[in-house]
T-cell receptor
Framework: NAGVTQTPKFQVLKTGQSMTLQCAQDMNHNSMYWYRQDPGMGLRLIYYSASEGTTDKGEVPNGYNVSRLNKREFSLRLESAAPSQTSVYFC?????????????FGQGTRLTVV | RKEVEQDPGPFNVPEGATVAFNCTYSNSASQSFFWYRQDCRKEPKLLMSVYSSGNEDGRFTAQLNRASQYISLLIRDSKLSDSATYLCVVNIGGGNNRLAFGKGNQVVVIP
């Protein structure tokens, strides 16, 4: 079972460049999320999509945009990368937003902005 | 006050010993609680949900104390393979039922 698949796994960008992180899940989940994880900071929610066709901001949305392309895919775009966006990015999905629903994570994208 | 607070450690535990740690949360309306495990440079994975009455899964026991707003995880008979970071996760409710993550408790089991 593939679960949640993220691409790319590693990326180095120059300041000001743009890129899109791709995420796809094959579990027919309704909800999808993008988190970033920084040393000493824990996981922080960037954006989430409760269901196909909807997206909402999380804790740290500035500098990012998202697209819920269809039920399977949820992409994260950095329009003009900054060194502060150097981080590990995780995509996750769950059957629905709400109580006692397990979130499944992709393997992460390690992004360095120089 | 942070939404979820954990003492990051590390917790150095002799193999076979018991280790326990707590996590506090700030939103008294929170309804769902979880422990996730994250291995070095890997993604988090669900270890166990935490129920009001407390629950056990093999060597792992999770408890919830709503009055004091904390959850706990106890690992008995620690194995080398238990070395990981344990993330406290709380569904903070509200309009989006967002999951808030603690920074994690790093456990190192020593032979």
């Amino acid at each position: 079972n593939a679960g949640v698949t993220q691409t790319p796994k590693f990326q180095v960008l120059k300041t000001g460049q743009s890129m899109t992180l791709q995420c796809a899940q094959d579990m027919n989940h309704n909800s999808m999320y993008w988190y970033r994880q920084d040393p000493g900071m824990g996981l922080r929610l960037i954006y989430y999509s409760a269901s196909e066709g909807t997206t909402d901001k999380g804790e740290v949305p500035n500098g990012y945009n998202v697209s819920r392309l269809n039920k399977r895919e949820f992409s994260l775009r950095l329009e003009s990368a900054a060194p502060s966006q150097t981080s590990v990015y995780f995509c996750a999905s769950s059957e629905r937003i709400g109580m006692n629903t397990e979130a499944f994570f992709g393997q992460g994208t390690r992004l360095t902005v120089v | 006050r942070k939404e979820v607070e954990q003492d990051p450690g590390p917790f150095n535990v002799p193999e076979g010993a018991t280790v326990a740690f707590n996590c506090t949360y700030s939103n008294s309306a929170s309804q769902s609680f979880f422990w996730y495990r994250q291995d070095c440079r890997k993604e988090p994975k669900l270890l166990m949900s935490v129920y009001s009455s407390g629950n056990e899964d093999g060597r792992f026991t999770a408890q919830l104390n709503r009055a004091s707003q904390y959850i706990s995880l106890l690992i008995r008979d620690s194995k080398l393979s238990d070395s990981a970071t344990y993330l406290c996760v709380v569904n903070i409710g509200g309009g989006n039922n967002r999951l808030a993550f603690g920074k994690g408790n790093q456990v190192v089991v020593i032979p």
